[in-house]
Structure formats: structure tokens, C-alpha cells
């Protein structure tokens, strides 16, 4: 089966071989599509609240040296935490779920490493984790 090519197809043909347009290189939206980040986790299951601080805190510095992009922490739910039971204590502030995330965003020091913090997984009381997407090391010159 032989199908004619219209008029309209080798007009539209022609315009293309004369016009000096320069065409999308879709590989290199694929190679930006597809970067890859460098994750990392850390556990901070049993940590006091000072000893998770602190310990984020090198966590962070660490892997912004290293060149990661993303830092999943994990901190559990709190649902098991003794300090509920505390009329005199923070629901909220004294779980690590809580507490890290807020420690952090006061720190500027660590913010300056930081693009964002996931704060829509801390507020789910259904998840036990949240993101921190770290910026890229500057260069020294």
C-alpha cells in the first residue's frame, strides 16, 4: 500500500530543510531528567533530644561535605515516647519527630547547607520520617 505524500507534507518538508531554526536536543532533557541524587539515612531511634541534636547536626555537616543531596531521617512516630505521659513537657517538642526538625530550621548554620526540610511528613502524625534536601558544596576557590 502506497500512500501519496500531499502537498501540504512537501511544503511543510521544505520550510523545515530552508528554515535555520535550530531543533530541541530532547537528549539533553533525559540527562537532566535522570540526575541522580546521593540519599542518605540515619536512624535516630533511642536518641535523647540533645544527643539527636547533635548528632543531626554532624550528620548534616558530613554529607554536605560529602556532596549528598537528600538525607532521609528517620525518628519513628513518637507514639511510644515516656515523655507523653509528662503533663509538664511538650507533646510535640520533646519527640524527636518534632523537635529535630525545629532544632535545625533555628540553626542558620545548618540552614545555610539546607534547600528545604520535608515539614508536611513531620506534621502527618502517619509518618515516621521526614526529608532534609541539602544544597549543593560550594567550591573553594
Known sequence: MIKKISDKDKQDWQNFL???????????????ATKRYIERSIDLHGYT?????????SYIEECYANGVNKISVITGKGLRSKNLNDPYQSSNL?????SVPNFIKGS?????KIISIDFEAVENP?????????RKKKKEL
Open 18 to 32: 530552508n528554515s535555520s531554526d535550530k531543533l530541541e536536543n530532547k537528549d539533553q532533557k533525559i540527562s537532566i
Open 49 to 57: 533530644l540533645e544527643e539527636a541534636n547533635q548528632k543531626m547536626t
Open 94 to 98: 520533646s519527640i524527636l519527630k518534632h
Open 108 to 112: 542558620n548554620h545548618l540552614m545555610s
Open 126 to 134: 502517619s509518618v515516621g520520617n521526614f526529608d532534609i534536601f541539602l
